[in-house]
């Protein structure tokens, strides 16, 4: 798959229209010089394909490139159904796929005069691997990866005084170090208060934008009117997982029979699994040793990269 680069824009200052410069370096793990999106973090340089703008002209939009933010115009390749973790090669500059579409915070000028901007749906971003400059003509390929992209996750920490800052979240960075040491990217950790609606959106946003694996969420499992995580957790599941949540509670019941109290569930969301843990480092370990094993055979299942469930010869 290719396409050809048809525009290449920046912007000195935030929250601006980008202008098409024709020509600039991409840094790596930085963005394109003299960019204001450029840093370091996973949206260093945003893409829309060509085609999705020349659409929305043919409805009166009458946009120039730059004009959705957006740095790379390319023609010939539709982001949108390409994955996260889709390597783009653009002569020796390279880039890796980190997020497709945005939440539209304020609505642009854009967005007033016509009632929508493709931007938040079609556009994706990437972050600069290896660096190179990059110009209006050249042709940018989607190049293949030399080994599968590592498992990523994400880790949510549901507590009221940790937000606030009352007490130190050891939950969070325990189940990080353990996700870590397993060989998992950990893409993103949150530390949110015990609010259903933030937990939803925030699960919404990363399933359905930054795509992980997995999502672990530890705390809001338990009887307190604020323990939400259960029923924000179902509330953007698209499919049930209940065996883990199961077996976690299984296990756990014979540490202590106060297990028993423990609401957390595990579901679906696109090609994500969500689990919740408890609260206490201890008992996320605890819940990790049941099911962390499984992972790799569950994950492979969501990316649609195994086919065959049966078990190996000579096993029941």
Not at 85 to 101: H, K, P, V, Y
Not at 255 to 273: H, Q, Y
Request: net charge neutral; charged share 25%.
């Amino acid at each position: 798959m290719e396409g050809i680069v048809r525009a290449v824009c920046l912007s000195r200052a935030r929250g601006t229209e980008k202008t098409n410069v024709g020509r600039a370096e991409l840094r790596p793990d930085w963005g394109l010089v003299g960019d204001a999106h450029a840093g370091h973090w996973h949206r260093q340089v945003s893409l829309l394909s060509a085609d999705k703008i020349a659409a929305f002209n043919a409805r009166g939009a009458d946009v120039q490139p730059g004009a959705f933010g957006e740095n790379l115009v390319v023609e010939g390749l539709d982001f949108r159904a390409l994955p996260v973790g889709t390597l783009l090669r653009c002569g020796t500059a390279l880039l890796e796929m980190t997020q497709i579409g945005k939440e539209c915070h304020t609505h642009c000028a854009i967005y007033h005069r016509m009632g929508e901007c493709i931007m938040p749906h079609e556009g994706v971003f990437a972050k600069v691997v290896e660096g190179g400059v990059i110009a209006v003509g050249d042709t940018m390929t989607v190049e293949a990866r030399p080994a599968p992209l590592p498992f990523q996750a994400a880790v949510i920490t549901l507590s009221d005084r940790c937000a606030a800052g009352a007490r130190e979240d050891k939950s969070g960075p325990a189940i990080v170090a353990r996700l870590q040491a397993a060989g998992y990217e950990v893409i993103e950790t949150l530390l949110l208060p015990d609010d259903r609606a933030t937990l939803e959106k925030e699960l919404r946003r990363l399933c359905d934008q930054r795509r992980p694996d997995l999502i672990l969420t530890t705390g809001g499992t338990g009887f307190s009117p604020r323990d939400v995580s259960p029923e924000a957790t179902l509330a953007v599941a698209e499919r049930q997982a209940p065996g883990i949540a199961e077996a976690i509670r299984a296990a756990s019941m014979r540490i202590t029979p106060r297990a028993m109290l423990g609401r957390g569930v595990s579901v679906i969301r696109g090609k994500t699994l969500i689990i919740n843990l408890p609260g206490s480092p201890k008992a996320c370990n605890e819940s990790m040793d049941v099911f962390l094993d499984q992972m790799p055979h569950a994950l492979a299942l969501l990316r649609g990269a195994v086919t065959d469930c049966a078990a190996p010869a000579g096993k029941d």
